[in-house]
């Protein structure tokens, strides 16, 4: 079995990501829901910073 290690995403201090790929949030400790492109094989993840919200896309 393999041990999941967590760190902070540098300018997301509110987020933290693990070495499986799952993100969650620092307070609630609740992961964040991802999406998978209609084209290509890309993860769609949103986050928030100063109420700005941004996506990023991530090779699945």
């Known amino acids: 079995m393999q041990n999941i290690t967590w760190k902070q995403i540098n300018d997301y201090p509110k987020y933290e990501i693990s070495n ?5 949030t620092i307070r ?3 992961f964040i829901k991802s999406f998978v492109q209609k084209e290509g094989n890309y993860y769609n ?3 928030c910073k100063d109420s700005q919200k941004k996506n990023f ?4």
């Open 28 to 30: 609630h400790q609740r």
């Open 45 to 47: 993840v949103t986050l």
């Open 20 to 24: 499986t790929g799952s993100i969650r």
């Open 57 to 60: 896309l991530a090779l699945s």
